[in-house]
């Protein structure tokens, strides 16, 4: 979506109309940061890493076949206002979640990702 108002904004631009871009993201809650979590080895970091890192999971779920799976979110918010004179002004906001999973087995990290999404 934000790219297809971006390419019209850059098709009418270049088509005589004075355009403005401004974008502002904000979040709310922050669980984890992206440099903390390239830190994560699977194999090599321990549970004790993660817990000491990021704190206590949002949750925490016991698998049957043993170890587990914590989760921490971010959650926050983009606002993008795009300003095409004298006809247009469009503003998007989006609430925005940013989600990482960890897998431990024998309290060491045998998976971890992250997971975008955007309302």
Known sequence: MIRSVFLLAIT???????????HDHQ????AFNRADAKQ?????????WIHTTFGDPDSQL??????ELWKYENRGNRDVRLLLFPLIDVDLKTDQRETLFIELDN?????????NDEN
């Not at 979040?27 to 922050?30: C, G, K, L």
């Not at 994560?40 to 004790?48: A, P, Y």
């Open 12 to 22: 009418l631009s270049l088509s005589g109309c004075i355009m403005s871009w401004d």
């Open 27 to 30: 979040y709310t809650r922050t």
């Open 40 to 48: 994560v080895e699977v194999g090599v970091t321990t549970r004790d």
């Open 62 to 67: 016991v698998r049957e076949e043993g170890g």
């Open 107 to 115: 309290d060491v990290v045998s998976d971890y990702w992250i997971i």
